[in-house]
């Protein structure tokens, strides 16, 4: 805000939009909040590959939704217009606050955002370690939320799954619901059955995976995904939780590769 | 009706055009309903995307149909000559009275028509809140029409499992059968097991869906056809009777942001 | 061969010729068979789309091949030379007499052929119904090989089933091979357990299909395999088998339509 | 090194060349080693396809290397720089020697390198038999790397299974670690484990496959996985030792063909 500040001309100029932040401050939830000013160009191309590749690998399409924390402002996120995700363009990408409110709808109806955007902003509020949020319907991951079969990691690739994946019910918080998260509340309780694990299966509905970085969010999505169709109900030799940890201390390059790989798919393909 | 006597120019060819309509109601199943008139071009885009989409998931090929009321007329419906879903253009499409007999079959003989068109005729003569059906063998819902393993909801997608699928056993009604639904007898006696529930499954052939709309019924086939496969043996937390009617009470945008996607793809493939 | 000898211009040429196929009968095995003439360009171009629909299925590759009798001589069949299912064009079509010899290689070594062609010409020597013959290592198939649980009919698509499909064990025929029919005599052995049977599983090998035509030939791969992924351990209603040979009995348009659908994909992909 | 040295002029720049090799070898671990020359061009086609292919079929994305021995030196091997593998083009391959190390990284850093190229090198350097390697987390491999079911020839495809698929255990070796082969210590220990061996599984990790030329460690990395969906756990008649090792004596121009289909799928596709 400091930099919107100054790029203004004159004391008066500056004293009059320090009123408006005010008013808009005790307005609440009825005013927009201020921009963080232009996200960094390749965090929205990111974004954009981000909903393609996850759309392509049938983890993402109407519903479902993958965002990142602003680069300018850890109170901000960037997250897509109401769109499905194999469509999405840098154009749909919109700005919200903590609250899920967004920035500047450019002129959509409220109706027009993802009802459950309140996941992205409980959990970047509680989170300050997470850097990109993704909420998946994965087809796989659904035997997972409603049954007793706890996911475990198969495989290197799925090593953070050694952190604990809770499952959240959402009828111990709230009873009877059509299963939405539709508002601060139900993503602040979601937020709390995730705790500091990296994410956490929804009952009956899906998923919301956590990670440091688009590539890795997307990464640990396509994984978890995957090692739940790996999972048996023999006795397996599940990897133990200090390798885990080694694998997932390390995490380098290579991903960087494999993301490069799925980008220039879905990137170039419409 | 009144718009085609309208662009006649003499009364004396209203007459005759009136005398015509009277004899062809005379004639009965002999000769041709009359049409209802040009349907809305979004609708007729909307049937081919239908098609279209519910052969790129692998849900009809060459078998298998989809149609949808006329907007002019609820005494009419729309559905595609006897041609494979992914081929299906605008100028397939023909117009059909509740009898499942053809407006105009612009020159083709009766043999060119699906066999099982009496399916959605008794379908929309029967249940008046019906706005589209589709007949599948979508692979995945085979094996629930054939054991005692009935489908139930796994998946806020597919909340609508919950208000009931019907089993289909021809034999009941027909005996031995090649299974085809023939004739206006086989549809109607469908369409009893159908009852008020939004599908039924037909043992050893496949499924009819119901909907208020053609993405409605298209997302249901779709997420019927993925519930089944996401449905295991073991002790399962289905979801709540009450969470499905809160669900698809608000059934909304959402969807019409998948049917986009769907959409896209289907319809800039050739 | 009327037909060719009435071609040449006079008596002298005749004898000639009539000399020459005595010579090559007399011959055997190391002359080549006398063509039935240029086949049908509507089916050259059907066998190659068959090639390549079976590739796209997943159910050939450079392994496992689709022949069709001669539509001017029952004693012949055609066949492609030994080249991957999905790169079939017509000029890779040769013709082969009912000892799977082939007419002309066209200066290929015996080496580019398909080791396995004796499949084709002993089931056309013993099976006059038989017009079309697949030759599939279809994943799905190869569990049915191999345990004592029958393919059974789930499915409309699938009623030939119903008629029996029984297992080739190479190995109570020929003690230990590498599997392949490599001569008439294993062709042979196949073709009886074979019987009268529209399809055989090969042990550890996969299967052979049969049909009245391409199509149907081609379809019965697909749903014979479809099939084999669908049937579950648990207690199922099969189709009975009267159903099974009433839908086998009207096979007819249906399939005419999703051969377009499968020949539009394929014909224009490459 | 040869023919680089008959590329000179004068006596006396060969012995400064002479010299500049001694210093090279000498200095060990320290000095890039020196190249046997260019390698043959289709080797390197057959190299970038070999990449693509295992690509498309799900069987390498970021992660997971396919190497091929050197055509001119069997003491050098040839892989790609760190790249995803459905990127691989011809000018990403580099040259290594048996201690795995680059002949010239073209500038790159090492960490631009596969981590993991131990495996080939080790590979290489033990089994002078082997022309190509491949390492793979082809995800149906993951369960019988963690399980006491062994994988078990079922299919014509695999009989090589029937030589023996040993399971690496990192922790057997090295105790907790991050599961990669980041040492030749590692990499010949997984080697030792490996054995005479067609391939080997390393328990949730992936599998390393070898074979006598590319088109063969591509074809047995596509049916191992494959082999692997289909193993089931009823009583399996699984295929005799005999008959394995009769297919695998012949394994020919079969696979030349299934190759070339194949190829041609991924070369032109970018």
Same mark, same amino acid.
């Given at each position: 805000?400091?930099?919107?500040?100054?790029?203004?001309?004159?004391?008066?100029? !500056?004293?009059?939009?320090?009123?408006?932040?005010?008013?808009? /401050?005790?307005?609440?939830?009825?005013?927009?909040?201020? /921009?963080?000013?232009?996200?960094?160009?390749?965090?929205?191309?990111?974004?954009?590959? @981000?909903?393609?590749?996850?759309?392509?690998?049938?983890?993402?399409?109407?519903?479902?939704?993958?965002?990142?924390?602003?680069?300018?402002?850890?109170?901000?996120?960037?997250?897509?217009?109401?769109?499905?995700?194999?469509?999405?363009?840098?154009?749909?990408?919109?700005?919200?606050?903590?609250?899920?409110?967004?920035?500047?709808?450019?002129?959509?109806?409220?109706? @027009?955002?993802?009802?459950?955007?309140? !996941?992205?902003?409980?959990?970047?509020?509680?989170?300050?370690?997470?850097?990109?949020?993704?909420?998946?319907?994965?087809?796989?991951?659904?035997?997972?939320?409603?049954?007793?079969?706890?996911?475990?990691?198969?495989?290197?690739? /799925?090593?953070?799954?050694?952190?604990? !994946?809770?499952?959240?019910?959402?009828?111990?918080?709230?009873?009877?619901?059509?299963?939405?998260?539709?508002?601060?509340?139900?993503?602040?309780?979601?937020?709390?059955?995730?705790? /500091?694990?990296?994410?956490?299966?929804?009952?009956?509905?899906?998923?919301?995976?956590?990670?440091?970085?688009?590539?890795?969010?997307?990464?640990?999505?396509?994984?978890?995904?995957?090692?739940?169709?790996?999972?048996?109900?023999?006795?397996?030799?599940?990897?133990?939780?200090?390798?885990?940890?080694?694998?997932?201390?390390?995490?380098?390059?290579?991903?960087?590769?494999?993301?490069?790989?799925?980008?220039?798919?879905?990137?170039?393909?419409?």
């Amino acid at each position: 805000m400091v930099r919107e500040l100054h790029a203004r001309r004159s004391g008066r100029e !500056i004293l009059l939009a320090l009123a408006a932040v005010c008013i808009a /401050s005790v307005a609440g939830a009825q005013t927009a909040p201020v /921009s963080a000013g232009p996200p960094d160009p390749q965090l929205i191309e990111d974004l954009v590959a @981000a909903n393609r590749i996850l759309a392509d690998q049938g983890l993402l399409d109407g519903w479902g939704h993958v965002s990142v924390r602003h680069n300018r402002d850890s109170n901000r996120f960037l997250m897509a217009r109401g769109v499905a995700a194999q469509l999405v363009t840098a154009k749909d990408i919109l700005e919200f606050d903590l609250d899920s409110r967004p920035v500047d709808t450019h002129g959509l109806p409220m109706s @027009a955002l993802f009802t459950e955007r309140y !996941i992205h902003g409980e959990i970047y509020k509680m989170r300050p370690d997470v850097v990109a949020v993704v909420h998946t319907h994965a087809p796989s991951l659904i035997p997972f939320g409603v049954t007793k079969v706890p996911l475990k990691p198969m495989y290197h690739r /799925s090593a953070f799954i050694s952190f604990g !994946i809770p499952v959240f019910e959402i009828r111990d918080r709230a009873g009877m619901t059509d299963m939405l998260i539709r508002n601060p509340t139900l993503g602040h309780d979601l937020t709390e059955v995730l705790g /500091s694990h990296p994410a956490a299966l929804m009952r009956g509905h899906g998923a919301v995976v956590t990670g440091p970085s688009l590539p890795r969010v997307v990464g640990r999505t396509i994984f978890l995904a995957l090692n739940a169709t790996l999972q048996m109900g023999g006795p397996i030799t599940y990897m133990d939780d200090e390798e885990a940890r080694k694998i997932e201390a390390r995490e380098g390059h290579g991903l960087a590769r494999t993301w490069e790989g799925w980008k220039r798919k879905v990137m170039t393909k419409q």
